[in-house]
């Protein structure tokens, strides 16, 4: 065991060397490490084996940019690609996909799909273990970036300077919690899961900035209530539920108390680590444009999924996307719902825009070199 140890870390000096000494290109971030669920994972549900052949594995997903399935759950690339890409760094690697020979140097994702912020153990406890797609919460993501993180950098004075460039991003997370917990079907329960959602994330920055994060864009949810799976789910015949745009008034206002909750804790967080930039990334407004006037950024199909089984808003619990019996519309640049829960390539582009250029990230990110395409 102890020779196998040595063995890796020759070879991953060997390997890298010299590859974490400070490089003085303009670049502004050097890294980035994702924590998160299916908004940002790039592969590590797929390859967690957790179901035998996950729709997210076929076609449709991944159709309009990567021309394959890749674990992503979209038609194409998500938030965290886009800012990949505006910052000059390779697409992350999905940790439980790495090889050994990899170059991981630009950053790794560790975000799965279905992950929540909460140990999976407090929602089996509560009988909901029957919703979890998956075990690998917020701290066994945690937990596989301090396995990985001797063959990141060596010295204490090499992560300090490597991570002093590297950007994590910290979420979004939670936004499971808040579903698993809906599943059950008592919105008015919902607001008891976030005090410990929100605590959940605020040890996890603490957790990273202690390992020596510097930079932290830590994401909120997103209008839920404007979601085809949140109003197929919570379909009501009383007028008064819905907004002028027909999403959901209670379940948009609830992801605003979170999203409060959340932008607090940060706040707090601030206090206590000077010497960290904590960002919060306002995904609900950068969302809401489209939702509010969703022909004016090229959105002409409102709140119906593009791939889906039928319904009101193209979403079908017993015919999702990509199972038989649904179907994808032929052009989901028109569309910002893709299956019901997640969205299509052209809304996570119009928010990493948001987000990358402003004026949705408090405070704002550094000034991104390249234009997304
Ligand atoms: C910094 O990194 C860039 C991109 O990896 C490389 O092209 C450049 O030569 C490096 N500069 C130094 C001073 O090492
Ligand atoms: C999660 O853990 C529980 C308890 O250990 C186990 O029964 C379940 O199969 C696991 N679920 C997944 C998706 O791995
Ligand atoms: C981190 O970067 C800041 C400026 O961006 C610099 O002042 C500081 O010395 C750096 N710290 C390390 C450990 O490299
Ligand atoms: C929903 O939860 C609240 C608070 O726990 C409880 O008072 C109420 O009876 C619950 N309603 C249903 C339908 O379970
Ligand atoms: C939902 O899918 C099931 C199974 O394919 C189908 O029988 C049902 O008609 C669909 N419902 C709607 C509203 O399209
Ligand atoms: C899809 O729609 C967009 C916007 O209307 C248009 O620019 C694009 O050419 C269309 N793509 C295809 C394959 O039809």
Known sequence: MKI??????????????GKVASNSSSRPYDAIFNFGDSLSDTGNFLHS?????????????????????TGRCSDGRLVIDFIAEA???????????????????????????????????????AGLGKFLWTNDSLSTQLDWFKKLKPSLCTTKQDCDSYFNRSLFLVGEIGGNDINYAAFAGNLTR???????????IAKAINELIAEGARELLVPGNLPIGCSA?????????????????????????FAAYYNKQLSQALETLRQKNPH??????????????????PGHHGFTTGLRAC?????????????RCGHTGS???????????????????????????????GPFTYPPLKTSPNKIA
């Open 4 to 17: 196998y140890i040595l063995l890796v870390i020759t070879f991953l000096t060997f390997c890298f060397p």
């Open 49 to 69: 084996g957790a179901i035998k052949f996950p729709v997210i594995g076929q076609l449709p997903y991944g159709r309009t940019y990567f021309k394959h399935a």
């Open 87 to 125: 910052y000059g760094l390779p697409f992350l690697p999905p940790y439980l996909a790495l090889t050994k020979d990899q170059n991981i140097h630009g950053g790794v994702n560790f975000a799965v799909a279905g992950a929540t912020a909460l140990d999976s153990e407090i929602f089996i406890e």
């Open 190 to 200: 919902l607001q008891a899961i976030v005090p410990p959602v929100v605590e959940t």
């Open 229 to 253: 799976f949140y109003l197929t789910l919570f379909r009501s015949g009383n007028k008064e539920d819905y907004d002028e745009r027909g999403c959901l008034k209670a379940l948009n206002g």
């Open 276 to 293: 960290a930039r904590i960002l919060y990334a306002d995904y609900y407004g950068a969302a809401n444009r489209f939702y509010h006037a």
């Open 307 to 319: 791939c889906g089984g039928g319904g009101p808003y193209n979403f079908n619990i017993s015919a």
């Open 327 to 357: 179907k994808a519309c032929p052009n989901s640049s028109t569309y910002s719902n893709w299956d019901g829960i997640h969205l299509t390539e052209a809304a996570y582009r119009y928010i990493a825009e948001g987000l990358i250029y």
